[in-house]
């Protein structure tokens, strides 16, 4: 490349009490592309980014603007040069409406104060560019969460930035979803905005970026031409050995497809008005069965309902063929059910506590209050399950904050295969995750499924459902249209049987 670099960190380094974060990382932008910055959980991604934008101040290095020195040292100061930020976990406030969000810490004034109606116009003219149309006026949290990562989308694009920066914003998207959002940001490029993006899905990092830098451990592997560098060589360099190409085709599903028991679960016509349409479904101990369908189509309300989250007010559910009430979680759990659910940060994580008291906290709840771990036996199954699914710190005495996205992930799964359920809801449990640790996660679910749990299985990765599934119940506008043996269909057959319900 001939030009100059709008944007260089260089001998970036960052340690945190035990953990050394960044080692003399380094990383370049230029002028309008799309740069994917890659690495395995914990490796340093977000906390480069969190430097750059004054949310942590480096211990040592330089970065450059346009040639000159910048060291921003609050969000706000980065923002006014012209680096605007998407957080990997949304970050906005979710009591305030969506205009809100988009415009806080610079509302237009007028003279008789904000000028809410520009706030609302400018707003919906935003969101429109991204293709959504809502009402500004609600609170951003009555939206699902991947409205609400577009509505973070909205705000960082309708400040005046020269670079943008992306940390997973599409975890949480839809494949139509992650397709208007790359349309915005390929014309973004062709204004001349430096873009830098951060994923766990190659696939994404493929389709859209122009470079590639990959960290390890903190540290700087090198900056590759996407064009140059093979998804292997990718793979291998994030996780710094080679990576037997095999183990990424094998076929991980459990494979007890004969099953003549009974099974764990069996609803018959539950639904719930307004939300999700009656539904018959068989979960077996001992299998996996997946839910395939787009966003909206009624994953997470099948899940919630059969957690005793939203009520169902028509249909029967049946545990070992006797008939249940499941109308609270509380009384799911006693039947030995357990739900990871789709997003951490509202719904699991506890960032003040300990690493260890977030994994033994359903344990605990399920015991009840009389019945109190002591200690010495909770840091023996938190070290385990560290240990079993590589979460990577220190210490378990560490607030979970702490950790990166991923690890935290890995650490609320740990939180319900504690509690040695009969029953596991999985919503989205990889997201976030690097691709080696999926593949770990995946294989750990996997076993505990030999071992008799029963899973049901959600994830908008329409292949790492055919890929873990032992069954598929297919769902499109909230409700079931078929099921199918995952032996018997690919990808482009699901998407057939799912578009092929729309007339
Ligand atoms: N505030 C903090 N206090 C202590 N340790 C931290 C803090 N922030 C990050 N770390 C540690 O620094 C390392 C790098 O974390 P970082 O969040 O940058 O990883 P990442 O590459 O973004 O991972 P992921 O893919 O999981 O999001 C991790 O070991 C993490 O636990
Ligand atoms: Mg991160």
């Not at 000028?115 to 293709?131: V, Y």
Request: glycine share 8%; aromatic share 4%.
């Amino acid at each position: 490349m001939t030009v100059e670099p709008i944007l260089v960190m260089q001998g970036i380094n960052k340690s945190f009490p035990g953990v050394t974060a960044l080692k003399n990382a380094q990383l370049r932008l230029f002028p309008g592309e799309v740069h994917a910055l890659m690495g395995q959980n914990g490796a340093g991604k977000s906390t480069l980014i969190k430097a750059l934008t004054g949310v942590e101040i480096p211990d040592a290095g330089e970065m450059r603007l346009n040639g000159k020195l910048i060291q921003p040292d609050c969000v706000g100061a980065a923002q006014e040069i012209g680096i605007s930020t998407v957080y990997q976990e949304i970050n906005l406030c979710p009591n305030l409406s969506v205009a809100e969000n988009i415009f806080i810490g610079r509302f237009p004034m007028r003279r008789m104060g904000i000028d809410w109606k520009a706030i609302e116009r400018e707003s919906k003219t935003a969101l429109a560019a991204l293709n959504i149309h809502i009402d500004v006026t609600l609170p951003l949290a009555s939206f699902p969460v991947a409205i609400q990562q577009m509505v973070a989308i909205a705000r960082a694009l309708s400040t005046e930035a020269q670079v943008l920066i992306l940390d997973e914003p599409t975890s949480s998207l839809d494949e139509d979803e992650v397709e208007r959002l790359f349309q915005t940001l390929r014309q973004l490029k062709q204004k001349g905005m430096a873009i830098l993006f951060v994923t766990h899905f190659l696939d994404q990092t493929y389709a859209i970026s122009d470079r590639i830098t990959v960290l390890r451990n903190g540290e700087f592997v090198g900056e590759y031409p996407a064009s140059e560098l093979s998804r292997l060589d990718l793979i291998n360099k994030m996780v710094g050995h080679e990576i037997d190409e095999a183990i990424y085709a094998t076929d991980t599903s459990a494979g007890s497809a004969n099953i003549d028991r009974e099974p764990f679960i069996t609803t018959s016509g539950l639904g719930s008005t307004g939300s999700m349409r009656p539904i018959d479904l068989d979960i077996y101990q001992g299998q996996v069965l997946g839910l395939g369908g787009l966003l909206g189509s009624g994953r997470t309300e099948t899940a919630r309902m059969l957690f005793g989250i939203d009520h169902a007010d028509s249909g029967t559910i049946r545990i070992d063929g006797k008939l249940v009430k499941l109308n609270s979680p509380s009384k799911a759990v006693r039947h030995g059910m357990a739900f990871c659910p789709e997003d951490r940060k509202t719904e699991g994580i506890i960032a003040e506590l300990s690493i260890r008291e977030n994994i033994i906290l359903a344990l605990q709840a399920r015991r009840g209050v009389f019945r109190f771990l002591p200690k010495r036996a909770q840091r023996a199954i938190a070290d385990e399950y560290i240990q079993q699914l590589g979460i990577r710190t220190p210490d378990a005495e560490k607030p979970i904050g702490q950790l990166s996205g991923g690890n935290q992930q890995k650490a609320m799964l740990a939180r319900w295969l504690a509690t040695d359920p009969k029953m596991l809801i999985l919503d989205e449990p990889t997201r976030g995750i690097d691709i080696a640790a999926k593949l770990e996660i995946m294989e750990l679910v996997k076993a505990q499924c030999r071992k008799g749990l029963a899973i049901l299985f959600i994830s908008s990765e329409m292949s790492e459902v055919l890929r873990v599934s032992d069954r598929i119940a297919v769902l499109r506008d909230r409700q079931k249209i078929g099921e199918i043996d995952s032996n018997d269909a690919d990808e482009q057959s699901v998407f057939r049987m799912i578009a092929g319900a729309e007339s």
